[in-house]
Every structure is written in C-alpha cells, then in structure tokens.
C-alpha cells in the first residue's frame, strides 16, 4: 500500500475500521477510513452540495457519500480539460509515453490499494480484482511502447513521383468523454482513457456511482505518473443528468453498458456529428467440439461462466457441447463447478465473489426461478446465499432451457449458464449467431487449426479457442469490441488509440501545378495527363 497521496499527506490505506461519520450516520462501522476518502473524493468536480451514499456489497458496510455534479460541474470540468488539452497536446509523443510507463510502475507497486479498493466496492473475488491491475498495466505498457507504431506522422505515395510529397498526421479529438461500468471498476475507468491520454486529449471522466471511489484512486495515480491533474477529470452523478451532459459536450464519447443506453448515446452522438464508441451488451456462446479435452474444456467453462460472478460482458451463459461428450463434459463441470468456493470477503480463496447490488441479484433470482417454473433442471447452485454476503448468488447450471425463458436470450450479466445438446458442427455455429448479439465467443478442440476455422465463422468480435476470454482480451495488439448489437468500434490495438485521432492529410506540390501550364489547352492538358497516369500504371505505382 501506498504510504502517501499526492499532496505528501500520511494516510492509512483504504482497509481500516473507523468511527461513523457522524454528520451522516452516527452508528455505522464504516468500512474506509474517513480521511483516505476525503482525500479520493476532493477529485470529483462538484459545487451542488449533494451527495449520494454508497455501501459495500461485503456485509453493506457504508463506504462513502460521494459528492454529486450538476450540469454547470460537467460544464467546468470540460472547461478545465480544454485548458490542459492545449498544452498537452504541444507535448512530445515520448514524453507521453514515459509517463505511461510510469503509470505501469506505480500500478503493480500499489496493487494492494487497489484491490482493497476494488474488492470493498464490486464484492469480487480478490483473485479477479488482480486481474484488473493486471490488465490495466498490460495497457499501459503495451500503448508506450507502440506509440510510435501508431501515431507518427507517415509519408504516404503522392500524386506525381519527386513532384508530390503527401504526409498523414494523426490530430488529437480534444477532450474524451468516458462513461465507465461498475463491473470491473478499475480497469474500466482507466483503459479506454489510457490510449486517449497517449493520443494528445484530455478526458472528462464519468464512472458509475458504486465504484467511483476506485475510479479516483486511479485518477490520482495518473496525478502520480506525471499527467497534469486538470488532464483527467472526474464528474459523479446519475446517467440521464450528469451522463448526458458528458455526452452532449464531448468531442469523443467512449461508453461502456447497456445496449438500450448506447443506442440513446449513438443518437445524441450522431446529432452532433461527433464519434462514439460503445460497448454494449452480450449473450455470449461457448462451443465444446466432439474432440475437446473434456476436463480441460470443464476447468475453462468454470472461468468462461463464473468470473466476477458472471458479471463480465464477455462471460458465457450459452454452453453448446457436442454429443459425443455432452455427458462427460457436464459431469466434469458440474463437479468442479460445486467444488467452488464462495464469499464475500477479501480472502485470496475466494473462488468467485458477490453479485453488486440487490437489483443485480433480482434479475438473477428471477431469470432462475423462470426457467426452473417453467421446466429447465437445475444441475448446480440455483439458489441466493444471504448466509455468506447480502448479494451472493451460487454458480448455477442450467439444462433444459427454451426459448420462453426469460434466460433463454436475455443477458443475464450473473453467474447462470445453459446448457445445450448439438449434433453438428453447422448447427452449434448456427445457434451460436442466433440472437442479436456479437461479443465474445468460445470454442473448444484439439485440432486448434479446426478451432480457428470455426471461429471464423462465429459473428463476434472476439473468439477464444480453447480460452475463455482472456487470449483476446490480454493480447492487447488484438481489438476488442462487438459485432450487431453488442456495439461499435474497438479498445486495443491501433484501433483503440486511432478512434481519438482525426486524420490530417497535407500534401506539398513542386515545380508543377496540377493544372494546365505555358498555356497549354485543357484538352492537351488531359492528353498529357492521361499518358502520365499510363506511365505510372506500367512503372507500377499505386
């Protein structure tokens, strides 16, 4: 843990028992000590007066009361960022670049800060909020060390050989309005801002309310790395006022959620003619073929379905398996998946952790108990787990399931999966694409040559072979991002740094116009014209 903030004040860390805040509660144990949370908070641009309490989904322990933002908030901190923009944008690429590599250090330092912080927040297992600083150093080291890659100035073949010289130039957006998810808090909150920060643009940032304080956290890390404070702002409020407001004054907007809400952001994104990239929602297939390792297809399945208690957008809750090895498959995962071990706690043996919140558990209950009254079989789990969190939910297997359940094509976003019989490969791939949705995908075989080959087929953004997610979703050179309805555009890879940019041609003539010239006619000029572009097309130019 960090033994001090920015400004060089002591503090504690995040994990302590301290007093009620007594202008708020005056007999709740709060879960953080009250002064490391003012020290977080302060970051939020905020003149209302108003704040918003949040508790954890570890034992409902009170957190914090966040302060909230108004419209005018939203309309300072983009001023702000503007200010920094103008001056960021004059920096040097390299100098961008060292302070990315400064953020990779100081994540893997204060990892233990940062998992305190995301596991009292989201009430995930320990072993999964790792996995969040890990992916987000990936990030940031992956963008420093290709930023030349993607972003240097290129000579491009101008009109006429010597006569033409035509350069691209990648122009920074300006200021990026990023509304981040609550899932996965802190890889959220930082990675799509990463590759905009390396691009030249500020970023006005809006993170869900139950896990801003992880959100901040991160912020003051990039303060740490050498990012100029007013680069990176943070706004707190609901999504219809304060989400909006990033919407409407952003050059950019990066969203992460909903389906329903993206297609409200694309609208307002299109009305102002600015880009947007969004990723949405998912009900993401998983196939194991005749040929798969059964045991190693289970353990994958128990990753694919239940990490951060299916509360990942591109988790599993379709399981294809071929009949070959249906009945071995589900018995393997069955027992393994009943091995598990749950809570809500910090613990590092915490195999799967605690939904977030009660409407969460709600729509789990109910998609369960659906398909449970009108027929399917219940092979695991199936039940909520008060006795060891407010919010825990079992992992739970469904078989049987039909398409008038409720779980049948609905996102679950929980720890529930069904399971299906196919008896070919064209019809899994078939049944795979149903739907509207095209996230993330998951194929199981030996043959990883015949894997590849089906997963071509598959309309996702992303395919895994013999890998539940992680394979796409940790090689950062590899987009990632949805087909249909589960959104537009990609994070990673080029593409995720290149959606922040405008492209700027700028071509210099020489010696000649490209016009008629000593007074030749315009029917002479296209003669001449017409042998230069034969000449090239022999000399083989593009």
């Known amino acids: 843990m960090s033994e001090q903030s920015p400004a060089g004040s002591e503090h504690t860390g995040p994990v302590v028992d301290g007093p009620a805040d007594p202008e708020h509660d005056a007999t709740a144990a709060y879960a953080l000590d009250r002064t490391y949370v003012a020290g977080l908070t302060a970051r939020v641009v905020s003149t209302t007066g108003t704040t918003h309490p949040v508790s954890s989904p570890i034992g409902g322990a ?26 960021w944008a004059g920096t040097s690429l390299d100098e961008r670049a060292a302070a990315l590599l400064r953020l990779h250090d100081l994540l893997l330092e204060r990892q233990e800060e940062l998992i305190d912080l995301v596991v009292w927040e989201s009430g995930k297992a320990r ?20 930023a030349h890659e993607h972003l240097d100035s290129r000579r491009v073949g101008g009109m006429f050989p010597l006569l033409t010289r035509a350069e691209v130039h990648r122009v920074p957006k300006g200021v990026v309005g990023i509304i981040s998810p609550w899932n996965y808090p802190l890889t959220m909150a930082l990675c799509d801002g990463i590759p905009a920060l390396l691009a030249g643009n500020a970023v ?19 303060d740490e790395a050498g990012f100029p404070p007013e680069l990176w702002q943070v706004v707190s409020g609901t999504g219809p006022e304060v989400g909006g407001a990033v919407v409407a004054a ?21 009305d102002r003619l600015v880009g947007c990239s969004l990723e949405l929602g998912g009900k993401n297939p998983m196939m194991v073929l005749r040929d798969a390792d059964v045991h190693r297809a289970a353990e994958g399945a128990v990753r694919a379905v239940f990490s951060n208690a299916g509360q990942l957008c591109v988790s599993m809750e379709r399981l294809y398996v071929a009949d070959q090895v249906y009945d071995r498959f589900v018995d393997a995962f069955v027992a393994r998946t009943q091995a598990m071990t749950l809570g809500a706690s910090q613990d590092w043996n915490v195999d799967m952790g605690s939904l977030i919140s009660q409407a969460q558990l709600d729509t789990v209950t109910a998609h369960v108990e659906d398909a449970v009254a009108k027929g399917a079989t219940v092979l695991a789990g199936g039940r909520a787990r008060p006795d060891l969190g407010p919010f825990v939910f079992e992992p739970t297997i469904l078989e049987g399931v039909s398409v008038d359940m ?4 609905r996102e679950t976003f929980g720890p529930v999966v069904s399971l299906y019989r196919f008896h070919s490969e064209d019809e899994a791939i078939a049944r795979a694409n149903d739907g509207h949705y095209g996230l993330n995908a998951s194929v199981w075989t030996r043959d990883t040559a015949r894997g590849r080959a089906v997963a071509r087929r598959i309309r996702c953004g ?21 087909m249909r309805e589960s959104g537009t555009g990609r994070r990673q890879g080029a593409e995720g740094v290149l959606r922040y940019t405008e492209t700027q041609s700028v071509a210099t003539q020489r010696l000649v116009p490209i016009a008629p010239m000593f007074g030749m006619s315009e029917q002479t000029h296209a003669k001449v014209m017409t042998q230069a572009l034969r000449l090239l097309n022999r000399l083989g130019r593009a």
Request: aromatic share 8%; hydrophobic share 45%; net charge neutral.
């Open 62 to 87: 009170p957190l914090a009361h966040l302060p909230q933002s108004g419209p005018d908030d939203v309309a300072e901190a983009f001023g702000r960022a503007r200010r920094a923009q103008a001056a």
């Open 127 to 146: 072993k999964d909020a790792y996995l969040e600083v890990a992916h987000l150093a990936l990030t940031a080291r992956y963008y420093a060390r290709t």
């Open 204 to 222: 006005v940032a809006k993170p869900d309310l139950q896990t801003m304080l992880t959100a901040l956290l991160a912020a003051r890390l990039l």
């Open 250 to 270: 952003a050059d950019y907007v990066c969203f992460t959620g909903s389906t329903a809400t993206g297609r409200l952001i694309a609208r307002q994104c299109a």
């Open 406 to 409: 409720e779980c049948f094509a």
């Open 462 to 482: 992303t395919v895994n072979v013999n890998e539940a997610y992680g394979a796409t979703f940790g090689s950062l050179g590899a987009p990632m991002g949805g």
